[in-house]
């Protein structure tokens, strides 16, 4: 393959990787499929192809649509065993962050929730909320109907929309306020504090460091107060697992505030908060090691501020 054709892939790998990981939920599966996607272009005869980025578009998308509907995908998700793969702020691969819809479309929560859609639903709202694509647009990259591609879309639209357990925007300075005052109510043991900065629907969901089979679901402010208060009370155990005692930092990650867990220059632990109106919707608690290598590597490269607690 010439020079001139490796380049114009690599052009759109980064548009390519936040289209794969919005679908995916993964960035290791992103990776695998943008990859793929590479060495179908390799292959192709690329002299007919007319416009290159709808080609590559086409052919990425029906590649993670593939790997949505094997049994082994099909599986995991009906198991509930895993949680989207969580990505520090800067990462090229959390994609177009100009309006409030992409930015929803690369949060935990809606990420989260991306996984109750069957995976054309999921290719739709993605393809249209997050990149804007039309709608004939979207019919000919799925083989499907113009009609049928704007029934997705209000369906996924209205699923989401159902669940969605927050109010408006924050902006970053406030949502991080909130965060700090959670935190600072959680490792004092104010359990009536915490209560008080969640939502009356507020959830809360773990996947106990990986050590399970299933994720841990929480709902209701009380029973969400209790487990985050349970999860933030320092314990030898707890410090022998991660490695020693953690330095609590406050990032982005994925565009919503999140207290990082950090023993030396590794991230062992992220809670990831989404915020509105003052007040927490929804944690997203992960630790397994294989959902936080990115972000570690991101981390390595990264310069963060002081800690908000030096040694937990």
Known sequence: MDSAAVERFEAGRDRLASLAYRLLGSAADAEDAVQDTFLRWQAADRERIEVPEAWLTKVLTNLCLDRLRSAQARH???????????LLEGDPMLGPADTFEQRESVSLAVLTLLERLSPVERAVYVLREAFSYRHAEIAGILGITESASQQ?????????????????????ASARRVVEEFLAAATSGRTERLVALLTDDATAVSDGAGLGRRLLRYETPERVASFVRAGFKPTPAKRRLAGGSPAMHIALVNGSPAVLAVVGERVVGAVVFDVGDGRVASLHGIAAADRLARLNEAWRQHEPGAPVIDAW
């Open 152 to 172: 997705h879309a209000h369906r996924a639209r209205g699923r989401i929309a159902a669940e969605r357990r927050r109010g408006g925007e924050t902006d970053p």
């Open 76 to 86: 995991e998700r009906a198991a509930g065993a895993t949680l989207p793969e969580p």
